[in-house]
């Protein structure tokens, strides 16, 4: 599909209840409301085009983002390039995607992490610890001192990190608990430290996990299917 063909197509399954929901969820205007049926159909019929992707991008349209995240191609990223799409980004949304979709499987994931984490960007650090979270689930070739430091970090620092930053980190120590077996005693020490988080969801009905009880049920679902 070319551009224009996959921009009309986007505005004529975006509905105004959609936008409405995704809008309380974060996202950013301009935006038509496309399902994510209709953009998991649209994803199936392009599959990977990163020039298109390329393209959708530059729209600024979430919707276009939204695609343009599903059909790039993690492997032509350069550092430089992950950092502009994630500049400015002020959608949870989206940042969550781009993580998932593209920063997880590039060659400098690991680095990425460090520097987002680092960072005192509450969108930006929601995106290193995102991807800490990504990584403790999908690459099994990093040690697990890697993961008792970014614990060591949560644990520091949660508190006082900025909102949607600690969302995050909160999700990281499930993530990381539901490893192995050894994080998973350490992951659950940490939590029992750090005590409830609190994360202000705006007008929705999302609820921060508890993150012990959230790491028992991860884990006995990664071991069910033999991932640990």
């Given at each position: 599909m070319h551009f224009t063909e996959v921009m009309r197509e986007l505005e004529r399954l975006g509905t105004e209840q959609n936008r409405r929901v995704y809008l309380r969820h974060g996202a950013t205007e301009p935006l038509f409301g496309v399902s994510f049926a209709h953009m998991?159909?649209?994803?199936?019929?392009?599959?990977?085009?990163?020039?298109?992707?390329?393209?959708?991008?530059?729209?600024?349209n979430s919707d276009a983002r939204t695609l343009a995240a599903a059909i790039a191609d993690p492997g032509r990223f350069t550092r430089d390039q992950l950092d502009a799409w994630l500049d400015g980004l002020r959608s949870p949304i989206l940042i969550d995607l781009v993580v998932k979709r593209i920063a997880v499987k590039t060659p400098f994931a690991r680095e990425a992490m460090a520097r987002w984490t680092a960072s005192d960007d509450e969108w930006i650090g929601r995106a290193g610890w995102k991807l800490c979270g990504a990584l403790a689930e999908e690459d099994p070739s990093l040690p697990d001192s890697l993961f008792e430091e970014r614990?060591?970090?949560i644990e520091a620092s949660i508190h006082r990190a900025k909102n949607r930053a600690r969302d995050a980190m909160n999700g990281a120590v499930i993530s990381i608990g539901a490893r192995n077996e050894p994080l998973r005693g350490k992951a659950l020490t940490a939590a029992r430290r750090i005590g409830w988080v609190e994360v202000d969801h705006g007008e929705?009905?999302?609820?921060t996990p508890d993150a012990s009880a959230h790491i028992q049920k991860l884990y006995k679902k990664h071991k069910d299917k033999g991932f640990v």
């Open positions: 998991n159909a649209l994803e199936k019929r392009i599959k990977r085009d990163h020039e298109l992707a390329e393209a959708l991008w530059a729209t600024g614990l060591e970090a929705t009905s999302c609820k």
